[in-house]
């Protein structure tokens, strides 16, 4: 089994247990948290086709902002080795950012600081930033393990020298004494072309990044799913629209740099674009009996998105904008760091002006 499969195996067995963690929030909401009632947006009949407008629009756009950077090759501009497309993915990184700090981050700790929830334990401790902080650190040893996988399975390694073996492509180290050779231990490496570190890299970071997007975008799909109120339905989706757009050009930079093959480049960016569909489709079917406001569902929920939160912030800070500015292209050239610099703000200003809605 490749790491490729095993991590898109762990996204499936996270998907299932998240189903099972959401079953008990769908419990009645206690007395005196349930507002809903007196708000004349609440209206299921009328919010029920902004859920299917939902569903289209945030997959179609998913999928344009994830498969744009697939076909830069063919814009000169956007070439993956030019300088515009380091100033777009510093952009979408930014993006990332401002998602975990300004959405995902602000929304758990609003959950779990909420009146409906008993005061010991959850207003006595800070849950939101403990789990963030544990899931940042669980994403770290995730990066470091897999990247340790999928180095010991393409690594050099030692091998006999063959006289006469044609087939086996070999690095000779070759010691030279006056004018005799000494032969030594030959470096045989598979010929599969993943053997470059910086390529193993750009692998493991696309997974794990699309890893902890799809963990946030089911959140977000089931909670767009399960409200009634059409009025704040509308303003979601365009917010939203316009979130997975960016988020899906960040992703596919990464997508692109890790040079899959053409099947698994479709299958993440399938996933990535019909993960939050899903959760809002999720959301209809449980809409009748899901109470948000429930402990069980702002507990869940809030656990959820502070999980998210870190994996999020951690993939943007160290994988993608530390690994960037710390790499050679950048550290060449100070006129393109601040460009990049001034990209990557960008981005966060606009996740923390679309926060306003969302």
């Not at 948290?33 to 007196?38: E, P, Q, T, V, Y």
């Not at 952009?91 to 005061?119: A, K, N, Q, W």
Request: aromatic share 10%; with cysteine.
């Amino acid at each position: 089994m490749t790491t490729t499969e095993l991590v898109m195996k762990l996204v499936y067995i996270l998907l299932i247990l998240f189903t099972f963690t959401v079953s008990p929030a769908i419990s009645s909401a206690p007395e005196g948290c349930d507002n809903g009632s007196d708000n004349p947006c609440i209206n299921k009949a009328k919010a029920l086709p902004l859920k299917i407008v939902a569903i289209v629009a945030i997959f179609t756009t998913s999928m344009i902002g994830v498969m744009a950077p697939l076909f830069s090759r063919y814009i000169p501009f956007l070439r993956p080795d030019g300088n515009g497309f380091m100033i777009v993915k510093c952009f979408s990184s930014g993006i990332i950012l401002g998602t975990g700090f300004m959405h995902v981050l602000p929304d758990s700790f609003e959950m779990l600081s909420s009146d409906c929830l008993s005061d010991d334990p959850w207003h006595k401790f800070p849950f939101a930033g403990f789990v963030a902080m544990l899931s940042g650190l669980v994403t770290l040893a995730i990066d470091s393990i897999t990247t340790s996988l999928y180095t010991g399975k393409t690594a050099v390694r030692p091998v006999l020298e063959e006289y006469g073996n044609d087939q086996e492509k070999a690095i000779h180290i070759v010691g030279h004494n006056n004018h005799s050779h000494g032969h030594g231990v030959v470096l045989g490496a598979k010929d599969n072309g993943s053997s470059d570190p910086q390529l193993l890299r750009y692998r493991v970071i696309a997974m794990v990044l699309e890893l902890g997007i799809l963990f946030h975008s089911v959140v977000i799909g089931l909670s767009l799913g399960a409200t009634n109120d059409y009025c704040t339905i509308k303003g979601l989706i365009i917010a939203l629209c316009f979130h997975h757009l960016f988020e899906g050009m960040g992703l596919g930079g990464c997508i692109l740099q890790a040079d899959f093959t053409n099947v698994k480049k479709f299958l993440m960016a399938f996933f990535f674009a019909g993960t939050t569909p899903l959760g809002i489709f999720l959301g209809i079917v449980l809409s009748s009996i899901y109470r948000d406001n429930s402990p069980t569902a702002l507990i869940t929920i809030g656990l959820l998105n502070a999980c998210s939160a870190g994996m999020l912030i951690y993939m943007a800070l160290v994988d993608l904008l530390a690994t960037e500015f710390m790499g050679s292209m950048l550290q060449g050239s100070v006129k393109l760091q601040i460009k990049c610099f001034a990209a990557a703000l960008l981005g966060c200003t606009v996740m923390s002006v679309v926060a306003k809605w969302a």
